[in-house]
């Protein structure tokens, strides 16, 4: 029976890698929606978005197209209170089904075992353990994942495609505004009232846990302001 199941998960992956692969070349120039529309009829209850709670725009763009979505929200313990606060307002706000997801571990028991200040020591540890394995934990019941990121956020993103095959976790990506442009996403939140999070009119253009983002000054990448001086520009969920 283990091998039986063996093969039928292997089947199922094999499938959904070749769904990927069409995918991907159909939609490379398909309009936001109609990305979300396939993702939605393909893969029903078994499709998630992540948020980070910077703004609404993704959760706007997925609502639209099928309400009630789960929205995973990772409350890794360090965020700002202006970031709950938004995740708060969205769950008022939008018809989506907002889903908390924690670490392990608290900040206070992180602290206890692997002494304070971790993400400072080693950011990639603190990283993993309050983003990355939260997160893959909480997709394992889905099938495909909504992600907001673009390619012209940083280069480790260039190369993303609109759909994409996440090997690491097993399951498919879906990136429907990879090609947009910042003034793409400025004027969508502009002419359909998304909310954001007020961090950003406090110049914060990325934003992420408290202790590992900074104002960013006038000119400076709109993602210097995230693991400033420690050489990281990836909390690895999108590695």
């Known amino acids: 029976m283990d091998i039986e199941v063996g093969l039928e998960r292997q089947r199922g992956v094999l499938d959904l890698q070749s769904i990927v692969e069409s ?51 990772i409350d890794t313990g360090y965020h700002f209170a202006e970031t709950i606060g938004t995740r708060d307002a969205v769950e008022a706000v939008y018809p989506v089904n907002v889903i908390n997801v924690t670490p392990s571990r608290t900040v206070a028991e992180q602290d206890r075992d692997l002494g304070p200040r971790l993400h400072g020591r080693n950011p990639d540890l603190c990283c993993f353990l309050r983003k990355v394995e939260p997160l893959n934990r909480a997709l394992e019941p889905y099938l495909a994942w909504v992600s907001g990121i673009r390619r012209d956020e940083s280069p480790t993103r260039a190369n993303t495609r609109v759909v994409e095959w ?28 998304v909310l954001i999070n007020p961090l950003h009119y406090d110049n914060y253009p990325s934003i992420g846990c408290a202790p590992c983002t900074r104002q960013v000054a006038p000119g400076e990448d709109p993602r210097a302001g995230r693991w400033a001086g420690l050489g990281k520009i990836e909390c690895g969920i999108h590695l």
């Open 23 to 73: 995918a991907a070349e159909f939609l490379e120039d398909a309009p936001a929606r109609a990305i979300i529309r396939w993702a939605a009829a393909t893969f029903g209850d078994r499709l998630c978005l992540t948020s980070s709670m910077s703004d609404a725009l993704l959760i706007d763009l997925v609502s639209r197209v099928k309400p009630g979505v789960d929205v995973l929200f």
């Open 166 to 193: 996440d090997a690491k976790r097993q399951m498919v990506k879906v990136n429907p505004i990879a090609r947009w442009t910042q003034d793409e996403v400025d004027n969508y939140i502009a002419d359909n009232g």
